[in-house]
């Protein structure tokens, strides 16, 4: 599958965020990437998650939530579950109005922050997102309400022995909707690491594509 590689620039709430979309007309579906980080993952070749996805048959779209100059000046501005919540909804209306992303079924992988914003978006918009993958992440950040609310199938991907697993612990029990724990076991080096989670990440995206009508899935 040859994929096209677009640069993006996405209104949302009266600024410009950052984007790329990796594209080709026979893909079954859009993985949404957030990055809310503070550290612009556009600058960077693609990752493991992007590449798996890809040769999965997704298109993806990785949009960072944050602009250049908030994540230089700002050490907030990844906390702002609310804003980062209003620009993800942007984003996806975005896509929703571009004609090669149309009709596609769209699922969010997140990680930071961007994984309450996740939920949060989830919950005020149910119909947009097929599911949600969490790697590690605070998710926890959304809410109890939120959490207890969302009932888009959503996978925790989590390293043993992380704060941010002991954290996600305590927020998983929240969730009332299809959802699954998924440890990772160790590895020997980073990019092993990387590769697993994005595998992981994009299992849950797959085994939850919208069926089409008269099919069953496997």
Not at 42 to 52: G, I, N, R, V, Y
Not at 57 to 78: C, I, K, N, Y
Not at 81 to 93: F, G, K
Request: glycine share 6%.
């Amino acid at each position: 599958m040859k994929l096209r590689h677009i640069d993006l620039s996405i209104p949302a709430q009266g600024v410009w965020l950052d984007g790329a979309l990796a594209h080709a007309p026979d893909v079954r579906a859009l993985a949404l990437c957030l990055n809310s980080s503070g550290h612009p993952a556009l600058d960077h070749p693609a990752h493991p998650l992007e590449l798996t996805l890809q040769a999965a048959g997704f298109a993806t779209m990785t949009v960072d939530l944050l602009t250049r100059q908030e994540a230089l000046r700002d050490p907030d501005a990844s906390y702002n579950i609310p804003r980062l919540t209003d620009r993800l909804l942007a984003a996806v209306e975005w896509a929703a109005h571009q004609p090669p992303l149309v009709g596609l079924p769209l699922a969010v992988i997140a990680t930071g922050t961007g994984c309450a914003a996740a939920v949060r978006a989830a919950v005020r918009s149910p119909e947009a997102f097929s599911s949600i993958a969490c790697l590690g992440g605070r998710a926890d950040l959304a809410g109890a309400e939120p959490l207890r609310a969302v009932r888009t199938p959503m996978r925790f991907i989590v390293t043993p022995g992380t704060p941010e697993a002991t954290i996600l612990s305590r927020a998983f029990p929240l969730l009332k909707g299809d959802h699954h724990w998924l440890a990772l076991p160790a590895t020997g080096s980073e990019h092993e690491h990387d590769l697993l989670t994005a595998r992981a990440a994009c299992a849950w995206l797959r085994q939850h594509f919208p069926q089409p009508e008269g099919t069953t899935q496997a």
